[in-house]
């Protein structure tokens, strides 16, 4: 039970962390698809300063790290039984 919070703890902070620095994003990003894909690009080009980075960084951060506890536990769970 206690992976299932985890899991959506992580999922809640990383989707608050890229809607918060979304939101004070100032830039611009662009994609080019082409056949073969390695004439593909994404390119993204900006900032985001003041409390949209103070917050979105830090939540984006745990978010990702919680993310990966909690798939080493449930790998650990679903192996222990």
């Known amino acids: 039970m206690a992976v299932k919070w985890l899991t959506t703890i992580s999922q809640v902070l990383v989707l608050l962390g890229l809607l918060t620095l979304w939101s004070g994003w100032?830039?611009?990003?662009?994609?080019?698809?082409?056949?073969?894909?390695?004439?593909?690009?994404?390119?993204?080009?900006?900032?985001?300063?003041?409390?949209?980075?103070?917050?979105?960084?830090?939540?984006?951060?745990?978010g990702l790290i919680l993310m990966l506890i909690s798939l080493v536990w449930t790998v650990f769970e679903i192996a222990h039984r």
Do not use: D, E, R
Not at 28 to 56: C, E, K, R, W
């Open 26 to 62: 100032k830039g611009n990003a662009s994609l080019m698809g082409a056949f073969p894909f390695h004439s593909s690009a994404v390119q993204v080009t900006g900032v985001a300063t003041g409390a949209h980075a103070l917050i979105g960084v830090p939540c984006l951060l745990i």
